[in-house]
C-alpha cells in the first residue's frame, strides 16, 4: 500500500516541507544529498547536485592537503568564540568542503542583537586577518591574506594554494570593515601583518610556518574537520548558541578541542549520542571513538544540563574533542523565549529535522544494510 509521508529537506535559510504519497524508497542519490545536509548545512538542490557530479561511494567532505588543514584550522580556532549575535552556529549557514578548498556561507546580521553597532563583518575582519601585539604574538589565522576575486572574498595562505571563500561577505563592506579594524587594532598596539607584508611573513608569522609546529598542527585535521561539519551541531535540537576553545596539550601529542553547543527542545541522550555517531561515522565523519561520557538527561530541569562526551582520535590521529552538548529546561530556556523572541523564532527554524533511516543507518555502524544494493533504502519520516 502507499506510505504516506512528510519529508522535511534543509534549504538554505531554514528547511522547506514536501508532503505528499512516498510511492518510491529513496534512493542512494537521495540519501547521500541528505547526509550531506545533515553534515554541511547545504541546501537541498546544492547537495544533490555534488553528490550527481561525484563518483559513486566517494568522500563528499573530504580531506584536505596540510595546507588547507592548517588554514582551516586556523579559522576555526578564530571562529570558535564569537562575539556578535548568531542565529546559525558561529554565525555559518552552510559549508562546501571541497578537496583544495572551503566555502563558507556566512549569515546576514540578525535583526534581535546584542549590540547592532558590532556585525558580522566587523568581527570576521577582526579575528581573521592577522596582528601582531607588540611582544611578538599573534591575533588571527597567521599567514592569512583576502582578496577580492570575482566578487567574492577569498582568505588565502600565503605560499600555498590553500583558500577559504567567505561567501555572504560583501567585497565594499569587507574592506570598509578591514579598515576600520586596522585603525582600531592600530590605536591598541597591534601592528596589522597583512598590510605591512601583504605578499610574504611578517617576523611574528614566521613561527607559524612551520607545518610540524607543536599540537595545534598535528592536531589541525580536528578543527578542519569539525569547521567542515558545523551543520551537525543542529542536530541537537534548536540551537541558542556554541563556543569552542583550545585546551590542554594531551599527553600522547595533539591538542583537546572543547565545544559546548547550547540547545533547546532535543533528543536527550538519544539526541547528543546521535551528534557523535555521526561525527564518527565511517566516511562522513572523523577518524575519533568515544572514550569517555557523562550523561545527566535523567535528572529534572534545574539540575545539570550538560552531558559531556570525549571523543579521542584512532592510532595515528593525534588530538582529542569534548564535546558539552548543555539542553536549556524549564525556566532557563523561559528566558531565551521571553528575552530573545525574535531571535528564538529564527533559530527554531534551524533545526534539522534527522530521518529515522538515519539512526537506522547508524545502528549498522554508518554501512549499508547486509544484503541490500546500493540504491535500496528506506523511506524518510
Same mark, same amino acid.
Given at each position: 500500500?502507499?506510505?504516506?509521508?512528510?519529508?522535511?529537506?534543509?534549504?538554505?535559510?531554514?528547511?522547506?516541507?514536501?508532503?505528499?504519497?512516498?510511492?518510491?524508497?529513496?534512493?542512494?542519490?537521495?540519501?547521500?544529498?541528505?547526509?550531506?545536509?545533515?553534515?554541511?548545512?547545504?541546501?537541498?538542490?546544492?547537495?544533490?547536485?555534488?553528490?550527481?557530479?561525484?563518483?559513486?561511494?566517494?568522500?563528499?567532505?573530504?580531506?584536505?592537503?596540510?595546507?588547507?588543514?592548517?588554514?582551516?584550522?586556523?579559522?576555526?580556532?578564530?571562529?570558535?568564540?564569537?562575539?556578535?549575535?548568531? #542565529?546559525?552556529?558561529?554565525?555559518?549557514?552552510?559549508?562546501?568542503?571541497?578537496?583544495?578548498?572551503?566555502?563558507?556561507?556566512?549569515?546576514?546580521?540578525?535583526?534581535?542583537?546584542?549590540?547592532?553597532?558590532?556585525?558580522?563583518?566587523?568581527?570576521?575582519?577582526?579575528?581573521?586577518?592577522?596582528?601582531?601585539?607588540?611582544?611578538?604574538?599573534?591575533?588571527?589565522?597567521?599567514?592569512?591574506?583576502?582578496?577580492?576575486?570575482?566578487?567574492?572574498?577569498?582568505?588565502?595562505?600565503?605560499?600555498?594554494?590553500?583558500?577559504?571563500?567567505?561567501?555572504?561577505?560583501?567585497?565594499?563592506?569587507?574592506?570598509?570593515?578591514?579598515?576600520?579594524?586596522?585603525?582600531?587594532?592600530?590605536?591598541?598596539?597591534?601592528?596589522?601583518?597583512?598590510?605591512?607584508?601583504?605578499?610574504?611573513?611578517?617576523?611574528?608569522?614566521?613561527?607559524?610556518?612551520?607545518?610540524?609546529?607543536?599540537?595545534?598542527?598535528?592536531?589541525?585535521?580536528?578543527?578542519?574537520?569539525?569547521?567542515?561539519?558545523?551543520?551537525?551541531?543542529?542536530?541537537?535540537?534548536?540551537?541558542?548558541? #556554541?563556543?569552542?576553545?583550545?585546551?590542554?596539550?594531551?599527553?600522547?601529542?595533539?591538542?583537546?578541542?572543547?565545544?559546548?553547543?547550547?540547545?533547546?527542545?532535543?533528543?536527550?541522550?538519544?539526541?547528543?549520542?546521535?551528534?557523535?555517531?555521526?561525527?564518527?561515522?565511517?566516511?562522513?565523519?572523523?577518524?575519533?571513538? #568515544? #572514550?569517555?561520557?557523562?550523561?545527566?538527561?535523567?535528572?529534572?530541569?534545574?539540575?545539570?544540563?550538560?552531558?559531556?562526551?570525549?571523543?579521542?582520535?584512532?592510532?595515528?590521529?593525534?588530538?582529542?574533542?569534548?564535546?558539552?552538548?548543555?539542553?536549556?529546561?524549564?525556566?532557563?530556556?523561559?528566558?531565551?523565549?521571553?528575552?530573545?523572541?525574535?531571535?528564538?523564532?529564527?533559530?527554531?527554524?534551524?533545526?534539522?529535522?534527522?530521518?529515522?533511516?538515519?539512526?537506522?543507518?547508524?545502528?549498522?555502524?554508518?554501512?549499508?544494510?547486509?544484503?541490500?544494493?546500493?540504491?535500496?533504502?528506506?523511506?524518510?519520516?
Amino acid at each position: 500500500m502507499f506510505l504516506v509521508a512528510l519529508r522535511r529537506v534543509l534549504c538554505r535559510d531554514g528547511f522547506a516541507v514536501l508532503k505528499g504519497l512516498r510511492v518510491m524508497k529513496t534512493t542512494a542519490v537521495e540519501r547521500r544529498a541528505e547526509l550531506l545536509c545533515l553534515y554541511t548545512g547545504l541546501p537541498w538542490q546544492s547537495a544533490r547536485r555534488r553528490v550527481e557530479a561525484a563518483a559513486p561511494g566517494s568522500e563528499l567532505i573530504p580531506l584536505p592537503d596540510a595546507d588547507q588543514l592548517l588554514l582551516e584550522a586556523g579559522v576555526m580556532a578564530a571562529l570558535a568564540w564569537r562575539r556578535v549575535t548568531t #542565529v546559525h552556529s558561529w554565525g555559518i549557514e552552510y559549508v562546501d568542503p571541497r578537496t583544495d578548498r572551503l566555502l563558507i556561507r556566512f549569515e546576514a546580521d540578525p535583526v534581535e542583537r546584542r549590540d547592532p553597532a558590532q556585525t558580522q563583518v566587523l568581527d570576521l575582519a577582526e579575528v581573521l586577518l592577522p596582528r601582531a601585539d607588540e611582544y611578538g604574538g599573534i591575533q588571527g589565522v597567521p599567514g592569512a591574506r583576502t582578496h577580492v576575486e570575482g566578487g567574492q572574498v577569498v582568505l588565502r595562505l600565503l605560499d600555498s594554494s590553500a583558500s577559504v571563500t567567505l561567501l555572504g561577505v560583501d567585497p565594499d563592506e569587507w574592506l570598509r570593515a578591514v579598515d576600520i579594524q586596522d585603525r582600531q587594532t592600530g590605536l591598541c598596539g597591534m601592528t596589522p601583518c597583512h598590510r605591512d607584508l601583504p605578499g610574504g611573513w611578517h617576523a611574528a608569522e614566521r613561527v607559524y610556518r612551520r607545518v610540524g609546529r607543536g599540537g595545534a598542527a598535528v592536531s589541525a585535521w580536528l578543527a578542519s574537520g569539525l569547521l567542515r561539519r558545523v551543520g551537525l551541531i543542529r542536530t541537537l535540537g534548536v540551537p541558542l548558541g #556554541v563556543t569552542g576553545w583550545l585546551g590542554h596539550r594531551e599527553c600522547g601529542g595533539g591538542e583537546r578541542w572543547i565545544i559546548d553547543p547550547v540547545f533547546a527542545e532535543g533528543h536527550g541522550a538519544a539526541g547528543h549520542r546521535r551528534l557523535m555517531a555521526l561525527l564518527a561515522a565511517p566516511g562522513w565523519g572523523l577518524p575519533v571513538a #568515544v #572514550v569517555d561520557e557523562d550523561c545527566n538527561c535523567r535528572l529534572p530541569p534545574g539540575c545539570s544540563d550538560q552531558c559531556t562526551t570525549v571523543s579521542a582520535g584512532l592510532a595515528g590521529w593525534p588530538g582529542v574533542l569534548e564535546v558539552r552538548a548543555i539542553q536549556r529546561r524549564g525556566e532557563r530556556l523561559e528566558w531565551f523565549r521571553d528575552h530573545q523572541p525574535v531571535l528564538y523564532a529564527a533559530r527554531q527554524q534551524r533545526v534539522l529535522s534527522v530521518p529515522a533511516w538515519v539512526d537506522r543507518w547508524l545502528e549498522r555502524g554508518g554501512a549499508p544494510a547486509a544484503g541490500a544494493p546500493v540504491g535500496a533504502g528506506s523511506g524518510l519520516d
